[in-house]
């Protein structure tokens, strides 16, 4: 028999792509699935899921911004032989009450197979690739986080950790709270980035900034939400189940502008750019 693969869904994403690629260099049979992905995968069409699981023992299990990890999917798998989750959550995940992902933790604590949970800080790829690139290119970031401090963390990192967790034995039961080295505010980021790329990027972080560019009946909901994320402080999980330091954001921003990021003139956007703010109560 074949021996059995890992299902990585999100495998077009900002962290899916870099699992499948970790897996895959170090010898597994990968499913890579998405919508768009080499096995096709739909949260929202129940007949991909089981084309997906087959012959699956492990999940890397994340669902997209918005989509809640459907609990019929995770019995299915179990039915289907899955034995390890790995979940994408988030850090924040209690103090900012982010339900969706608080109940996709207790189902896979629950379903009666291994599990690890990542609580990652903020990808270092929002600004790239994710929902923050358009504000970069439009030069303006509205964020109310004022100086509070984020511990930045590099997509290949989570993907490493995350790699480690499906292939090794001993992160069964673990919540790894996944950070860059270092914490730093928005503006010393935006900072840095600048230093890279000598883009400027002006930030506004005051409630009242906030309120100026949201929509009213969203503003003070998302404020109360961002408010409640606290100074995001470095952990040692990275360098604990890794093994090596994890990127810094400078040499993230670096890498990102060699590889060709931000080359694209100035253009006018909203606060997160082409994302529209309804979209946006959590990171
Ligand atoms: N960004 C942050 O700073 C941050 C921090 C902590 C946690 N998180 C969490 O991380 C998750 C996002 O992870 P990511 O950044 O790796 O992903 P991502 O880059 O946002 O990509 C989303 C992935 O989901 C797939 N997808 C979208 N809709 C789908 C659907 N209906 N069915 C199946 N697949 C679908 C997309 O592929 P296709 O288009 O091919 O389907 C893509 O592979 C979210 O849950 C977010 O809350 C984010």
């Not at 693969?5 to 994403?13: C, P």
């Not at 560019?213 to 961002?226: D, K, N």
């Not at 990275?238 to 954001?249: H, W």
Request: proline share 6%; net charge negative; glycine share 8%.
């Amino acid at each position: 028999m074949a021996d059995p693969s890992i299902l990585v869904l999100g495998a077009t994403g900002s962290t899916g792509r870099r699992v499948a690629a970790r897996l895959t260099a170090a010898g597994r049979t990968v499913r890579r699935a998405s919508r768009r992905g080499d096995v096709r995968f739909d949260w929202a069409d129940r007949d991909t899921w089981a084309d997906a699981l087959d012959g699956v023992d492990r999940v890397y299990l994340m669902a997209p911004h918005e989509l809640p990890v459907e609990p019929d999917f995770v019995h299915e798998a179990v039915a289907r032989g899955v034995r390890r989750f790995v979940l994408l959550s988030t850090r924040g995940v209690v103090e900012m009450r982010d339900e969706r992902l608080l109940a996709a933790e207790r189902l896979v604590r629950e379903a009666g197979v291994g599990w690890t949970a990542l609580r990652p800080d903020w990808f270092d790829q929002n600004f790239d690739e994710g929902f923050l690139r358009p504000a970069v290119l439009a030069g303006e970031l509205v964020l109310p986080l004022g100086g509070k401090r984020q511990a930045f963390v590099d997509a290949d990192d989570i993907a490493a950790v995350a790699v480690a967790a499906l292939t090794e034995d001993g992160h069964e039961g673990e919540v790894y709270e996944v950070t860059g080295p270092e914490a730093l505010s928005f503006p010393r980021a935006l900072a840095e980035l600048a230093e890279v790329t000598g883009r400027h990027v002006e930030f506004r972080g005051t409630p009242d900034d906030y309120r100026a560019v949201m929509p009213a009946e969203l503003a003070e909901e998302q404020i109360r939400a961002w408010d409640a994320l606290g100074d995001g402080e470095p952990t040692d999980v990275v360098a604990r189940v890794t093994g090596r330091e994890p990127t810094s954001f400078r040499d993230y921003a670096a890498r990102a502008w060699a590889a060709g990021a931000w080359r694209e003139p100035a253009s006018a956007s909203g606060p997160f750019g082409a994302v529209s703010c309804a979209e946006r109560p959590s990171r």
